[in-house]
């Protein structure tokens, strides 16, 4: 069992920035791929980001590359998503995952074993 924390949202102006992270607990926290996912009001849930078990692989949805940036630092089982240039389109509940995927499928919520509880981010213009 893999147990996830997110912390870090909140209100912020257009343009603003904001860091997001996840604090994994149990077994073999640090051998997952972590990601990020967003889901707005009436819509489905979104990939955003991911990075590898050993940090050395990332992947972004397009819509946030150049913008977002997704880390991880196994010694602390943290991941975060520094945030930056925010848009209103990115006001949703951010939620943490955990899969043993890497690198193929790891944009499809389903192949996700983990979830925290969803912090909410709002952007407003």
């Known amino acids: 069992q893999v147990q996830l924390v997110e912390s870090g949202g909140g209100l912020v102006q257009a343009g603003g920035s904001l860091r997001l992270s996840c604090a994994a607990s149990?077994?073999?926290?640090?051998?997952?791929?972590m990601a990020w996912f967003r889901q707005a009001p009436g819509k489905e849930r979104e990939f955003v980001a991911a990075?590898?078990?050993?940090?050395?692989?990332?992947d972004y949805a397009d819509s946030v590359k150049g913008r977002f940036t997704i880390s991880r630092d196994n010694a602390k089982n943290t991941v975060n998503l520094q945030m930056n240039n925010l848009k209103p389109e990115d006001t949703a509940v951010y939620y943490c995952?955990?899969?043993?995927?890497?690198?193929?499928?790891?944009?499809?919520?389903?192949?996700?074993?983990?979830w925290g509880q969803g912090t909410q981010v709002t952007v407003s213009s």
């Open positions: 149990g077994r073999s926290a640090g051998a997952y791929t």
């Open positions: 990075v590898s078990w050993s940090g050395g692989g990332t």
């Open positions: 995952g955990a899969t043993r995927a890497w690198p193929l499928s790891i944009a499809r919520d389903s192949g996700y074993d983990y």
